[in-house]
């Protein structure tokens, strides 16, 4: 091999060194460039309602209990946790000795009765008429029958409550309110009372720095 053919042979060298890294560079930017972007022809139309009217989390497509009370703890469908509270209602007339008549102020107590009767629709309600321990076993149980009747009369035929909720009993003197023989105390235990016990379903609040446990 000549002289000649030495240089043209390091020189070809010299020149595959020299675009080496050019090509190689080519190579990566090539890889790494981006898929071409597809244009669609027609836009994508939102079917589901994306807003959280109730502002409890949820959006309204997925939401099953609208209104849901603010900060209660609620499940995936928007709907919170509520707890069974047992609350008593009670009303109370007071009689006259030996009368089944209503006196005027028995009629506020009544229209309460009916109230919450109207309110908690699927409710019925047990009228118990009572009396004091003056005369026989079996005049006060007929005294008492007819009051806890002519209360429950008038449930029905002046507040329209349906007589199929409404049903009475009377218990004579067998369950006083107090014991004793003086006046007053007879005065007291000549009463209707309406024991109503109702389930109060109260939301279950998601616990913040701000809660308080309540103690019994």
């Not at 000649?4 to 010299?14: F, G, P, T």
């Not at 004579?172 to 105390?185: M, N």
Request: aromatic letters at 6%.
């Amino acid at each position: 091999m000549n002289n000649r053919q030495v240089v043209n042979l390091h020189a070809s060298k010299r020149s595959n060194i020299r675009f080496f890294p050019l090509a190689l560079l080519a190579l990566l930017i090539s890889a790494c460039a981006r898929p071409p972007i597809i244009v669609m022809e027609t836009s994508v139309v939102q079917v589901n309602n994306l807003h959280d009217f109730d502002s409890d989390g949820v959006i309204k497509a997925r939401d099953k209990c609208k209104d849901t009370v603010l900060g209660a703890n609620i499940d995936n469908d928007g709907c919170g946790t509520q707890t069974a509270n047992i609350q008593p209602l009670n009303i109370n007339i007071k009689f006259a000795n030996n009368s089944y008549e209503i006196p005027d102020t028995g009629y506020a107590e009544i229209e309460k009765l009916a109230d919450f009767l109207n309110k908690h629709q699927t409710l019925d309600v047990v009228i118990e008429g009572h009396t004091s321990k003056t005369g026989s076993t079996g005049l006060n149980q007929t005294l008492s029958d007819n009051r806890a009747k002519a209360v429950a009369r008038v449930l029905v035929n002046s507040f329209n409550i349906p007589k199929y909720r409404v049903s009475s009993i009377g218990f004579g003197f067998k369950r006083p309110e107090q014991t004793g023989d003086s006046e007053q105390v007879h005065a007291v235990n000549r009463r209707i009372m309406a024991e109503l016990a109702y389930t109060d379903h109260q939301d279950e609040m998601m616990w913040t720095i701000y809660t308080v446990d309540q103690t019994e």
